[in-house]
T-cell receptor, first 112, second 110 residues
């Protein structure tokens, strides 16, 4: 089983839709959870990070972590065409190696 | 804001050439990383460094080496470029857990 699984999509939604992006992981030692956004031909940009179960909100973005199910989500409210990008989840153990484990990314297109 | 810069956005090299990719960060971060990104394979870690002159192999170090002589600079070296090293190369730095990426270098080896 891979350490982090992420549905590659592609996901296509109309403008204004609520988007749900998800990852599952297998190692219960993972404690820090991050979401990156990557526009075409650019480097990944850190969007949000959290280290606890529950929700963390930042504007239209909400990161959700369920450690009991080993499941993390990113919700985008009122999606915009500018949100069209590939979204990668990334996870790391606390106090261990500083290597991140990345999902392969979900490609999202928001249609005007 | 954290800034990570890479020496080139696009690079074309011939098979057998020695290639240097440079990365500089301005946040005094201890940790720096080199990844390559290929369609369907995601981000794969080549090498990383915890400190000056320290380096650790990542998941795919074969055909690559690195150099970190100064804290802010981390170089990736392709000793003898091959066509299977055509890829997007991404550098990142981190102080704690969050990694900050540069814009990437699209390398084509012909």
């Amino acid at each position: 089983q891979k350490e982090v699984e992420q549905d590659p999509g592609p996901l296509s939604v109309p403008e204004g839709a609520i988007v749900s992006l998800n990852c599952t992981y297998s190692n219960s030692a993972f404690q820090y959870f991050m979401w990156y956004r990557q526009y075409s031909r650019k480097g990944p940009e850190l969007l949000m990070y959290t280290y606890s179960s529950g929700n963390k909100e930042d504007g239209r973005f909400t990161a959700q972590v369920d450690k009991s199910s080993k499941y993390i989500s990113l919700f985008i409210r009122d999606s915009q065409p500018s949100d069209s990008a590939t979204y990668l989840c990334a996870i790391i153990t606390q106090g261990g190696s500083e290597k991140l484990v990345f999902g392969k990314g979900t490609k999202l297109t928001v249609n005007p | 804001d954290v800034k990570v810069t890479q020496s080139s956005r696009y690079l074309v090299k011939r098979t057998g050439e020695k290639v240097f990719l440079e990365c500089v960060q301005d946040m005094d971060h201890e940790n720096m990383f080199w990844y390559r990104q290929d369609p369907g394979l995601g981000l794969r870690l080549i090498y990383f460094s915890y400190d000056v002159k320290m380096k650790e192999k990542g998941d795919i170090p074969e055909g690559y080496s690195v150099s970190r002589e100064k804290k802010e600079r981390f170089s990736l070296i392709l000793e003898s470029a091959s066509t299977n090293q055509t890829s997007m190369y991404l550098c990142a730095s981190s102080g704690y857990y969050e990694q900050y990426f540069g814009p990437g270098t699209r390398l084509t080896v012909t």
